[in-house]
């Protein structure tokens, strides 16, 4: 068994040596992403997005902003709107918009209200009812116009489709640049890329707290892993965890009180539960080899891990008050190596990554059913992360030698890279919906 554990930390710290070894700068500290849409969904519902009036006094399009958001949820496209020409004041003319073969259209309007600020008006009405559905009046700043277009296009996307969308969301992840990395904080697109730590030495596993205003995360800055709560707000920072040996894998309780972590100083690598400002260290696994990588479930009663325990890394679930109330039970049999467990918002998927043939790949289970596929043919991918409506999963690859997040609807029919020119970019972590 020894041995087996042996291997696997073997393996494991490959997997650490990988990022460790990560190469490239940016040419720019504050360069953006950019984004290939590489995949959609064939049933595609025809929009018809117009220009908002007098958005020229802005300093952002937000009429690009929305139509982007929606071209990248792989449930729209734009139509041609020729030289048409529509207000947020009236009706439209139905039978000419269901002759240009859009079946919904959303008008806007900009309004300076003061120096610097906007009142950014929109309606959308849905073309084959002949009816308006309402709309939105937002009142922004001149930095927050992208918050404003994401937020409209969320609106557009519950209308017409009855779910919420994620476009108000946000995304942390990891940037390496030289010698240094970046945590950073952008926009669900990848865009408007905040920092909120910079360090010599690595950073990994950022995990969003429930309500969005923290991030865990693993530093190394002290020369071992240490996990730290970090509260984005205001840069405060909390060392979570600082015990013997490693500190890693941090992921938080659905309440937001407690995360599950993963500690080895009292030997193999365990998992462990800890109130969120740090006290109340308790044990949830005891076996006699590698249990790592919590997630709690969508009702946090139990928790999803990885262990070797049976030979090789596969996932498991316990009672989030652990295994030795009714033992832990074996979830993942038809892939020989399974590690990175994520559980959907839901609670009604698993992703992770299986290792086929030397080629990690990120896969996707039917917690009901059994049933699993790969929603990739990709080689190296790594870190899954749902987005908040359970619609999408992000995770970090490869493509032409450089690390890049990607983006995979659940179904595997819309897919989309996000890249820094000249940067590696991964550990990426989907943050919750915002209220």
């Known amino acids: ?33 950019n984004i290939q849409i590489t995949g959609v969904g064939q049933s595609l519902y025809p929009i018809a997005v117009m220009r908002f009036k007098d958005e020229g006094k802005l300093p952002t399009s937000v009429t690009d902003i929305v139509r982007q958001d929606l071209a990248r949820s792989g449930y729209f496209k734009n139509t041609e709107n ?35 600020q906007f009142e950014i008006r929109y309606k959308l009405f849905d073309i084959r009812k002949s009816e308006s559905l309402g709309g939105l009046n937002i009142n922004s700043s001149a930095d927050n116009l992208r918050a404003a277009a994401h937020k409209i296009a969320d609106d557009i996307i519950l209308k017409l489709l009855g779910e919420r969308g994620i476009f108000s969301t946000r995304l942390s992840y990891v940037i390496k640049e030289g010698k240094r990395y970046r945590l950073v904080i952008s926009d669900a697109d990848g865009q408007n890329i905040r920092n909120a730590m910079n ?5 990994i596993s950022p995990s969003w707290s429930p309500d969005g205003k923290k991030v865990a995360y ?13 509260e984005l707000a205001t840069g405060r920072r909390i060392p979570l965890s600082n015990q013997k040996g490693n500190n890693s894998a941090p992921a938080w309780s659905p309440d937001g009180k407690k995360l599950a972590i993963s500690l080895s100083k009292d030997g193999n690598t365990q998992i462990y539960s800890i109130n969120a400002d740090g006290t109340g260290l308790h044990r949830l696994t005891r076996g006699y080899t590698i249990d790592t990588e919590p997630q709690y479930s969508a009702d946090g009663r139990t928790i999803y891990f990885t262990s070797d325990r049976g030979g090789n890394p596969q996932i498991y ?28 918002p839901d ?27 790969a929603l990739t043919d990709g080689t190296s991918d790594e870190s899954p992360s749902f987005a908040a409506n359970g619609r999408y999963v992000l995770y970090s690859t490869k493509v032409g030698g450089k690390r890049v997040l990607a983006a995979v609807s659940v179904d595997g029919n819309s897919k989309q890279v996000l890249s820094i020119p000249g940067s590696d970019v991964r550990q990426p972590s989907w943050g919750p919906f915002m209220d």
Do not use: C
Not at 218 to 230: A, L, N, Q
Not at 324 to 342: C, D, N, W
């Open 347 to 373: 609670g009604k998927y698993l992703a992770y990554i299986a290792n086929i043939g030397g080629a990690f790949r990120l896969y996707i289970l039917n917690l009901a059913t059994g049933d699993s596929q």
């Open 82 to 116: 020729g030289n048409a020409s529509e207000s947020d004041e009236g009706t439209p003319n139905y039978k000419s918009w269901a002759a240009r073969g859009a079946d919904a259209l959303a008008v806007g309007s900009v309004v300076q209200t003061s120096a610097g």
């Open 199 to 203: 360090s010599g030495e690595p950073i």
């Open 1 to 33: 068994m020894l041995q087996v554990a042996k291997k696997y930390f073997s393996l494991m710290a490959s997997v650490f040596m990988v990022m460790l070894s990560m190469t490239g700068m940016s040419s720019s500290a504050l360069a953006q992403m």
């Open 218 to 230: 693993v530093s190394f800055e002290d020369r071992k892993p240490v996990i730290y709560v970090h």
């Open 317 to 344: 679930r316990m009672s989030a008050e652990g295994e030795q109330l009714e033992g832990a039970k074996r979830i993942t049999y038809k892939q020989g190596f399974v590690t990175s467990p994520r559980i959907s």
